[in-house]
């Protein structure tokens, strides 16, 4: 249900025509997602075995205060690179086995990451012992974080959504394109070189 709906989507996406705009740029837009993730995780996995006690003899609320912008920053641009990225070829991208996974584990993570900032945060800052709560928010946070990473290097390996899992548009559009003709290549002697 959740795999027909997102190829849905990315039919109707892909009809607005968006990825002539994006396809010059995309190996500059797949490098930002690539680097704002990793700068994302790399602060997201601090905060959250921060929350969980680790290098706790510093506060929790000196230490988010140093490193929350940078989290924040990171995310809003992987977010705005991975809407560009799945701009560019819809169909295929909604296609993908774990796609649908990995959207909704980042709508849990975000929505973690909400309610721990309008109900634990203040609890994190004031005491210096964690309470049980907010070390909950933080190894749930982690998790839901991993299983995103985990569904994306999945997409990337798993096949493409089996034939007739798309409705009879995305079917047509996902089509392969014939082999590539062979060339043939003559090699010249070294002394053809000089």
Known sequence: M???AWSDAGVAVEQLGLDAWIAPVYPLVRLAHILSMAAFFGGILLLDLRLLGVRAAMSFSAFSAYVLPYVI???AVAMGTGVLLFLNDPVAV?????????MA???????NALVFQVFGHGKAAASRSLPRTVRS???ASLALWFGVIVCACFNKLGPAVAPGALP???QLTVEKA???AVIPVTVRDKRDWR
């Open 2 to 4: 959740l795999e027909t």
């Open 168 to 170: 009879f548009a995305a």
């Open 73 to 75: 920053g990171s995310l």
């Open 105 to 111: 584990l980042i709508g849990l993570a975000v929505l």
């Open 178 to 180: 014939p082999p590539a």
């Open 94 to 102: 909604a296609a993908r086995p774990y796609f649908p996974y990995k």
């Open 137 to 139: 928010a933080g190894a």
